[in-house]
């Protein structure tokens, strides 16, 4: 069986070798696949190990344990030359010597199994790596987008617990801010302590998200501290390589987090050994924070926020650290530790945050840990903490019981927008900073909050960028947001250029390829007509004109283009549009249309609209409708564009999503039409027909017809419109029995037998003045006087209609048409049948040549028909809707079958056969008759059911064909042998079943009803059935029992089962249909009632004079088309105005009727129902909370109480010792009694620049010195600082400068550093900052000083300098102003005013030398030969010298920007 099974196998894929075609091919795309991921892991292998390396130790000596090395790896770890080397012979181990560089040996795919099989990428990498390559290494090996935020995470490396809902905040903050700003957030990569929370919250977001956008979390942890890393290691890559996660077993070593998706291993060449990736990880966060958010060329930096959870002192430093470099900060309060320490003093002045609360908060928050705190760390940590909350716009805390502050997204963000209000950048350029962040970030709650203020004044000019910026994203949020906050959409797209760079930035789409190949067909027809052979791709860009070729394509020809084209441009849209027109009629059409086309408005909501609609962009298409002139046309134009682009595109998912959006906006057009139905009637009929000036010169009906808008046209309003068409001149209110008696009998119509639609509005109007008199009146107002005058002049200009004009209307009517042509067909049917039952002779006789003249007449209807375009669809497309009608295919059919047979008839030969034809042809004829019923409402419908039936019956003919010819065949076998006249086998085998379904029964297939004279033995006589096999007694042989049993099961499927499976088919069809045949049948009454309007008055023969006049009317003598206003209709401009001005104001009705509807909908209802309750449960936890603190704060309240007593009765005590009664106690070694001792009055006279860590242009670091120890006169007795002299200054003190240290001490107190510093001497040292002033007018209007281009970018500065003596300026300002420049100004100093002079707070001063500044003014007449040769010199320079306005904004440093406002108050200006 098996063996069988094979060779079946075998033979099968024998036979088929399409399907063997199709797995070779499936195997050769797999094997490209495989070649392709190949070569790309060895050109990124090959890239790995020429710019990144390792470190390895290079000289191996014993440390504590003889198998291992000082490095920390064992013997075994080492290569050989590293056991004994020749070089190092007699040498000690140094890091930094016997540790060397080599290619890296661990880089790839990191996989960590388990449940998701999660995966990642890795690369071990030294400590000196450039961080320039590092960046490369993410971006360009890794493929990741450069992020628009970096989230740095830092705190407790260790476990630590996090409450419940604390947790939860942080998670879901984290996560949204990484997924809505598109942010990278860099850990330290292991399973432990924070970054074990940040991986948590990544892994968390995996599992809820249905989106396939991934977080990147960056790990870059120590590669000598990783467990398992053995497993990483393999020279040329991993791809991939198995990490095994073992908690338990790691030791002191560190797993891997396996929900980070990033790893950066950091290696200094040793093991064991934490925090090795600091310095790198730093260096790297600085090198990103360095680069252009979103690669732009111009703009913002990447911004770094730095968050904080718990930590011990190392996160201090790094909070420090990341202050300096102008990082922010966001402390997370409650986390723990270090995190809450600084949380507690944030709201304090840096004066009441003193060295002994700093060790009560350590005591509070570290618990054991504060015992191995010495007090001198404690000082340090105290001054560090003191300076982080100066920098309180860096510095952001986020408590989880604020209502205020919301989730931590929202406090990272505003973090970074409080970070970039700096002094330094105020004004306009700040607040265009921080919206361009937020819209990188995608943030408009954070924009609306934060940016968009009462503070910010924003023009629509300054907005621009914004706008553009956030269209090309896809933001329609921010869209709108810019919308409401002053852009103006007519000045943003005043220039075409911004338009068109809109469609050159638009996304990959369908429409961007079809434009793409119309803009290079273009190109290339450009060249071929004008001979250009030159390689310029310019011409090859995309234009307007080219988009209005496009979108005139997808809307129609029959439209006009919506931008002006071009010469050769718009020759080339022409020919493709419509190729099979005239040339005549192309030329006229088209240099009519740029007649219009220039004075035809823009709109710049049609234009934003259009370029959204287009990609398919459902959320700002909704905005920009809601800002279209005209948004009924655009809505159905939308539509139409829609469907059209569905129809040709081949992605089946994203045409069902244009369709949805042409649905939407189809709803949207019937909204505002209902609205404007229900205001005013008259307006919305206008509204339906006027042709629009911003859609191409068309009207909403015709845009609804070609949109396939059925729901559109079948709305009450547009039937209404259709029926005052249908009935012309007519009363829509007249009945039909009236219109037939007064089309036999037409004298009727001056006895007011038939009312006309003219006398309708003449009596209304009367009958409202008459009304407008009588309350006139009764109350004796005259306020209507006016408008009742207006009514009364339009009323004398409506005149009732003439006996003629009533005459021609009468007959005019598409009504009256259509019943003279219900007439003229029936008697031309009558006709036919009386010709071909009783006149058709051999020559044809009178009754038959006037059929023929007849026929002749519906023919020449036909013909115009065909030829009628009023709407300027061209041949092409009005030939394609003409064969699209079924009642047409009938006529023409008809028409041909008619030709044939009369051309039959005319032979002999063939003359019965053309009467056959005839008759034949008069069935058709009588079919077409079923068109008269489609303008009737009640019959209408059921054509439309009747057509969907003959579908369904036709499948169903062919499942019973089947069952018939199965039993015929059968039947006919068994009773009749060997019959070989086919006209009785089909009748056997075909005929006879069919009749049996209907009840007619063969008399032949049982015994009893067999009769042989009806039968012929062998089937000799043509008239009668060959005989059944007999027997000998001449009685049939077949077997009855089976025949009768074949008939029952035959009947039993055929007439039970299958008839009545086409009545249910029938019924399903109808339950189906029933609802949309009305909709239907409206959306196709508007062809028939088109029709019956362009059709001549005269019926069918008489009409053929008609077609006789309209020939020589329109072709001999070429006079131009009747215009026709009922189907569209060309406005005045102030009427367009008026009338869109009122549609403006329905659209806004209707999306105001919208939002209620949405509010008050149940799943509207249901969702704000679970917020609230999230809201409650989300209170009750906080309140919770709240209650548990108040006690911790009672408690800690009463303890402050026990302290504050406790310092009562020591200074009892004091008070007593002093006075005799005790012997002295020892003070505390910690804090001199003075440490209590309130310092905030003296707050603001401490310096602090001359306190910080780092002493400029040195490795130097001060001595911690908090705010509380400043003064000499407060004891500090731990106080050892650090002596430096730098040896680059010229002058300095002679002799010892130690000896000299104790004669000058800083006035301002004590700065951590002994010794002059960089200063040039001991004691004062003099600097004056010289500030030239001017008036920029004559009218004083504007005080200008004089600046100097600062070193850095962007800053300018005073003259400034060090001088001897304040009585000449200083030396320096030769080499800036020249010397005879200063000269000149030396010999002003004594005419200038020192505005300040004293102490400065610099941060080069030591405990024995400072800076005294002396700010001095020169203000100089506009006219004085001083400001000749300034001007000079500011121009010879190069840009070195500028004036500048005195104003807060001006870009100095905060030392001279506070001397700068001095010299506006001297001068009375507001600074």
């Known amino acids: 069986m098996n063996e069988s099974t094979e060779m079946l196998q075998k033979f099968e894929n024998r036979i088929q070798p399409q399907q063997m075609i199709e797995q070779l091919q499936g195997k050769n795309l797999q094997l490209k696949q495989a070649v392709s991921c190949f070569k790309k892991r060895c050109t990124f292998a090959s890239w790995v190990l020429e710019n990144i390396n390792k470190k390895e130790c290079c000289f191996f000596e014993k440390g504590v344990r003889a198998d291992v090395c000082k490095c920390g790896y064992s013997k075994t770890d080492h290569v050989d030359e590293a056991i004994k080397p020749e070089d190092f012979t007699g040498e000690s181990w140094d890091r930094h010597r016997h540790i060397r560089e080599v290619p890296t040996d661990a880089f790839g795919d990191i996989s960590f199994g388990g449940l998701g099989q999660k995966t990642g990428q890795y690369a071990r990498v030294s400590t000196d790596t450039s961080p320039e390559i590092l960046y490369q290494l993410l971006t360009d090996q890794w493929k990741l987008s450069p992020p628009n935020l970096l989230i740095s995470v830092t705190g407790g490396a260790k476990n630590f617990y996090l409450k419940a809902r604390l947790k939860t905040v942080f998670h879901r903050g984290l996560i949204k801010v990484a997924q809505t700003t598109g942010a990278w957030i860099i850990t330290g990569g292991t399973q432990t302590g924070v970054m074990k929370h940040v991986g948590r919250a990544v892994r968390d977001y995996a599992l809820s998200s249905s989106t396939q956008g991934q977080i990147v979390a960056i790990g870059v942890a120590t590669w000598g501290v990783i467990h398992n890393r053995d497993a990483l290691v393999q020279p040329e890559g991993c791809f991939p390589a198995h990490y095994v996660m073992d908690i338990e077993g790691q030791g002191r070593l560190s797993c891997l987090d396996n929900n980070h998706t990033h790893f950066l291993l950091v290696d200094d060449g040793t093991q064991g050994q934490y925090g090795v990736e600091i310095e790198l990880r730093s260096r790297l966060e600085k090198c990103i924070a360095g680069k252009r958010l979103g690669n732009k060329e111009s703009g913002v930096t990447i911004p770094v926020v730095c968050v904080v959870l718990d930590g011990g002192p190392g996160t201090l430093n790094t909070i420090y650290n990341a202050m300096l470099n102008s990082t922010p900060c966001v402390i997370l309060e409650g986390s723990g530790r270090i995190a809450d320490v600084i949380a507690q003093v944030a709201g304090l002045p840096p004066g009441r945050i003193t060295i002994a609360l700093i060790h009560q908060l350590m005591k509070k928050f570290f618990g054991k840990e504060y015992e191995r705190f010495p007090d001198l760390r404690i000082i340090e940590w105290t001054k560090k903490i003191q300076d982080i909350i100066r920098m309180s716009q860096l510095l952001t805390v986020f408590t989880i019981s604020d209502d205020e502050q919301g989730d931590v997204d929202v406090a990272i963000l505003q973090a970074l927008l409080k970070a970039s209000r700096t002094s330094e950048s105020l004004g306009m350029d700040c607040w265009k900073r921080q919206l361009e962040l937020a819209i990188a970030w995608n943030r408009v709650d954070i924009a609306e909050t934060e940016i968009f203020t009462e503070e910010s004044h924003w023009k629509s000019s300054d907005l621009h960028w914004a706008m553009f910026s956030a269209l090309v994203g896809n933001k329609p949020q921010f869209v709108r947001l810019l919308l409401e906050n002053g852009v103006n959409l007519r000045d943003f797209l005043q220039d075409e250029e911004t338009l068109c760079e809109l469609y050159k930035q638009m996304p990959g789409c369908f429409f961007l390829g079809k434009l793409a190949k119309r803009v290079q067909n273009s190109s290339h027809f450009r060249r071929r007509v004008i001979g250009i052979r030159s390689r310029n791709h310019s011409d090859q860009s995309i234009t307007m004109t080219h988009v209005s070729g496009e979108v005139r394509h997808l809307l129609g020809s029959f439209t006009q283009p919506l931008y002006p084209p071009s010469t050769t441009i718009n020759q080339f849209n022409m020919s493709m549009e419509d190729s099979s027109s005239s040339s005549k009629s192309q030329a006229g059409s088209q240099a009519a249309l740029r007649e219009i086309i220039v004075e035809a408005p823009r709109d710049p909501g049609r234009d934003l609209f259009l370029w959204a609609i287009v990609q398919n962009n459902k959320d700002l298409a909704e905005i920009a409708w809601e800002q279209c002139r005209d948004c009924m046309s655009a809505a159905l134009a939308a539509s139409k564009i829609l469907r059209k682009l569905a129809g040709e595109g081949s992605d089946a998912d994203e045409a069902e999503e244009m369709k949805e959006l042409a649905n939407h906006y189809e709803k949207h057009a019937i909204g505002v039409f209902s609205q404007c139905h229900n205001s005013d009637e008259d307006r919305a009929r206008k509204?339906?027909?006027?042709?629009?000036?911003?859609?191409?010169?068309?009207?909403?009906?015709?845009?609804?017809?070609?949109?396939?808008?059925?729901?559109?046209?079948?709305?009450?309003?547009?039937?209404?419109?259709?029926?005052?068409?249908?009935?012309?001149?007519?009363?829509?209110?007249?009945?039909?029995?009236?219109?037939?008696?007064?089309?036999?009998?037409?004298?009727?119509?001056?006895?007011?037998?038939?009312?006309?639609?003219?006398?309708?509005?003449?009596?209304?109007?009367?009958?409202?003045?008459?009304?407008?008199?009588?309350?006139?009146?009764?109350?004796?107002?005259?306020?209507?006087?006016?408008?009742?005058?207006?009514?009364?002049?339009?009323?004398?200009?409506?005149?009732?209609?003439?006996?003629?004009?009533?005459?021609?209307?009468?007959?005019?009517?598409?009504?009256?048409?259509?019943?003279?042509?219900?007439?003229?067909?029936?008697?031309?049917?009558?006709?036919?049948?009386?010709?071909?039952?009783?006149?058709?002779?051999?020559?044809?006789?009178?009754?038959?040549?006037?059929?023929?003249?007849?026929?002749?007449?519906?023919?020449?209807?036909?013909?115009?028909?065909?030829?009628?375009?009023?709407?300027?669809?061209?041949?092409?497309?009005?030939?394609?809707?003409?064969?699209?009608?079924?009642?047409?295919?009938?006529?023409?059919?008809?028409?041909?079958?008619?030709?044939?047979?009369?051309?039959?008839?005319?032979?002999?030969?063939?003359?019965?056969?053309?009467?056959?034809?005839?008759?034949?042809?008069?069935?058709?004829?009588?079919?077409?008759?079923?068109?008269?019923?489609?303008?009737?409402?009640?019959?209408?419908?059921?054509?439309?059911?009747?057509?969907?039936?003959?579908?369904?019956?036709?499948?169903?003919?062919?499942?019973?064909?089947?069952?018939?010819?199965?039993?015929?065949?059968?039947?006919?076998?068994?009773?009749?042998?060997?019959?070989?006249?086919?006209?009785?086998?089909?009748?056997?085998?075909?005929?006879?079943?069919?009749?049996?379904?209907?009840?007619?029964?063969?008399?032949?297939?049982?015994?009893?009803?067999?009769?042989?004279?009806?039968?012929?033995?062998?089937?000799?006589?043509?008239?009668?059935?060959?005989?059944?096999?007999?027997?000998?007694?001449?009685?049939?042989?077949?077997?009855?029992?089976?025949?009768?049993?074949?008939?029952?099961?035959?009947?039993?499927?055929?007439?039970?089962?299958?008839?009545?499976?086409?009545?249910?088919?029938?019924?399903?069809?109808?339950?189906?249909?029933?609802?949309?045949?009305?909709?239907?049948?409206?959306?196709?009454?508007?062809?028939?009632?088109?029709?019956?309007?362009?059709?001549?008055?005269?019926?069918?023969?008489?009409?053929?004079?008609?077609?006789?006049?309209?020939?020589?009317?329109?072709?001999?003598?070429?006079?131009?088309?009747?215009?026709?206003?009922?189907?569209?209709?060309?406005?005045?401009?102030?009427?367009?105005?008026?009338?869109?001005?009122?549609?403006?104001?329905?659209?806004?009705?209707?999306?105001?009727?919208?939002?209620?509807?949405?509010?008050?909908?149940?799943?509207?209802?249901?969702?704000?129902?679970?917020?609230?309750?999230?809201?409650?449960?989300?209170?009750?936890?906080?309140?919770?909370?709240?209650?548990?603190?108040?006690?911790?704060?009672?408690?800690?309240?009463?303890?402050?109480?026990?302290?504050?007593?406790?310092?009562?009765?020591?200074?009892?005590?004091?008070?007593?010792?002093?006075?005799?009664?005790?012997?002295?106690?020892?003070?505390?070694?910690?804090?001199?009694?003075?440490?209590?001792?309130?310092?905030?009055?003296?707050?603001?006279?401490?310096?602090?620049?001359?306190?910080?860590?780092?002493?400029?242009?040195?490795?130097?670091?001060?001595?911690?010195?908090?705010?509380?120890?400043?003064?000499?006169?407060?004891?500090?007795?731990?106080?050892?600082?650090?002596?430096?002299?730098?040896?680059?200054?010229?002058?300095?003190?002679?002799?010892?400068?130690?000896?000299?240290?104790?004669?000058?001490?800083?006035?301002?107190?004590?700065?951590?550093?002994?010794?002059?510093?960089?200063?040039?001497?001991?004691?004062?040292?003099?600097?004056?900052?010289?500030?030239?002033?001017?008036?920029?007018?004559?009218?004083?209007?504007?005080?200008?000083?004089?600046?100097?281009?600062?070193?850095?970018?962007?800053?300018?500065?005073?003259?400034?300098?060090?001088?001897?003596?304040?009585?000449?300026?200083?030396?320096?300002?030769?080499?800036?102003?020249?010397?005879?420049?200063?000269?000149?100004?030396?010999?002003?100093?004594?005419?200038?005013?020192?505005?300040?002079?004293?102490?400065?707070?610099?941060?080069?001063?030591?405990?024995?030398?400072?800076?005294?500044?002396?700010?001095?003014?020169?203000?100089?007449?506009?006219?004085?030969?001083?400001?000749?040769?300034?001007?000079?010199?500011?121009?010879?320079?190069?840009?070195?010298?500028?004036?500048?306005?005195?104003?807060?904004?001006?870009?100095?440093?905060?030392?001279?920007?506070?001397?700068?406002?001095?010299?506006?108050?001297?001068?009375?200006?507001?600074?």
């Open 687 to 1471: 509204l339906l027909v006027h042709a629009s000036p911003y859609w191409g010169r068309t009207t909403c009906l015709r845009l609804a017809l070609e949109a396939d808008d059925k729901s559109f046209v079948a709305q009450s309003g547009v039937q209404a419109l259709l029926t005052q068409i249908w009935c012309g001149e007519l009363s829509v209110d007249n009945p039909v029995w009236r219109v037939m008696v007064c089309m036999v009998f037409f004298p009727l119509i001056y006895t007011r037998f038939l009312v006309y639609r003219r006398d309708e509005v003449i009596q209304r109007e009367t009958a409202k003045n008459e009304e407008i008199k009588t309350v006139e009146k009764v109350t004796g107002s005259t306020m209507r006087t006016n408008s009742r005058s207006l009514d009364l002049a339009s009323l004398r200009r409506l005149k009732p209609l003439r006996s003629w004009s009533k005459l021609v209307s009468l007959y005019s009517s598409p009504q009256v048409k259509f019943y003279w042509n219900i007439v003229s067909y029936f008697a031309f049917l009558f006709l036919f049948a009386v010709v071909l039952m009783i006149d058709f002779q051999d020559l044809p006789s009178p009754w038959e040549l006037l059929l023929y003249i007849w026929l002749l007449s519906l023919v020449c209807e036909e013909v115009r028909q065909l030829f009628h375009d009023p709407d300027g669809f061209g041949f092409r497309k009005k030939s394609k809707m003409y064969i699209n009608d079924l009642w047409n295919i009938l006529d023409v059919l008809s028409i041909i079958l008619f030709i044939i047979g009369f051309a039959f008839r005319l032979t002999t030969v063939l003359f019965y056969a053309g009467k056959v034809l005839l008759c034949i042809d008069f069935v058709v004829f009588c079919l077409r008759l079923m068109a008269i019923f489609t303008i009737s409402k009640t019959l209408g419908p059921k054509i439309i059911i009747v057509k969907r039936m003959m579908m369904d019956m036709f499948f169903f003919m062919f499942l019973l064909s089947i069952w018939v010819v199965a039993y015929g065949v059968a039947k006919q076998g068994i009773l009749i042998h060997n019959d070989n006249r086919l006209d009785w086998i089909l009748r056997g085998a075909v005929y006879e079943p069919y009749l049996i379904i209907f009840g007619d029964f063969p008399q032949n297939i049982e015994y009893s009803g067999f009769d042989l004279n009806s039968c012929s033995m062998n089937g000799t006589d043509p008239l009668k059935p060959k005989c059944p096999v007999l027997n000998e007694s001449q009685t049939p042989a077949f077997p009855e029992w089976l025949t009768i049993i074949m008939l029952c099961v035959y009947l039993l499927f055929a007439n039970i089962l299958l008839l009545n499976l086409l009545i249910a088919i029938f019924n399903f069809t109808f339950q189906e249909v029933q609802d949309n045949t009305d909709r239907i049948w409206k959306f196709q009454r508007y062809e028939l009632i088109k029709e019956y309007h362009s059709r001549p008055a005269a019926p069918p023969p008489f009409i053929i004079l008609s077609h006789l006049y309209i020939f020589i009317r329109n072709v001999v003598l070429c006079r131009p088309p009747v215009v026709c206003k009922e189907f569209k209709n060309e406005l005045l401009e102030s009427e367009e105005e008026e009338l869109l001005s009122w549609e403006a104001l329905m659209k806004d009705r209707y999306l105001q009727s919208t939002q209620q509807e949405q509010s008050q909908s149940m799943e509207r209802r249901i969702l704000d129902t679970a917020q609230k309750v999230t809201t409650i449960g989300d209170r009750l936890e906080r309140e919770e909370e709240k209650s548990s603190d108040a006690m911790l704060k009672r408690l800690a309240r009463l303890e402050e109480q026990v302290g504050q007593s406790a310092r009562a009765l020591q200074w009892i005590m004091d008070s007593l010792k002093s006075q005799g009664f005790a012997a002295n106690e020892p003070q505390s070694l910690n804090e001199s009694p003075d440490t209590y001792v309130g310092t905030s009055e003296k707050e603001d006279g401490f310096h602090v620049n001359a306190r910080q860590f780092h002493y400029p242009g040195s490795k130097v670091t001060r001595f911690p010195v908090p705010d509380e120890k400043v003064p000499w006169e407060v004891g500090f007795s731990s106080y050892m600082p650090i002596y430096f002299a730098s040896e680059d200054s010229e002058d300095h003190v002679d002799g010892s400068e130690l000896a000299a240290l104790d004669n000058y001490r800083n006035p301002q107190g004590r700065t951590g550093i002994r010794g002059r510093g960089t200063l040039s001497r001991l004691g004062p040292n003099l600097h004056v900052d010289l500030v030239l002033t001017r008036w920029r007018d004559s009218e004083r209007s504007v005080l200008e000083y004089l600046a100097v281009l600062g070193e850095t970018q962007g800053l300018l500065a005073l003259p400034a300098g060090p001088v001897q003596t304040t009585d000449v300026l200083p030396v320096t300002l030769k080499r800036t102003m020249g010397k005879t420049l200063y000269e000149k100004l030396n010999e002003k100093v004594s005419d200038g005013i020192k505005v300040f002079e004293g102490y400065v707070d610099d941060c080069r001063n030591t405990d024995n030398a400072w800076v005294e500044t002396t700010v001095l003014n020169i203000h100089l007449d506009r006219t004085s030969p001083l400001m000749v040769d300034i001007s000079n010199m500011a121009v010879s320079a190069y840009g070195s010298l500028l004036w500048q306005e005195v104003s807060g904004r001006a870009r100095l440093s905060s030392s001279q920007r506070e001397s700068l406002r001095q010299v506006a108050e001297l001068h009375n200006r507001k600074f």
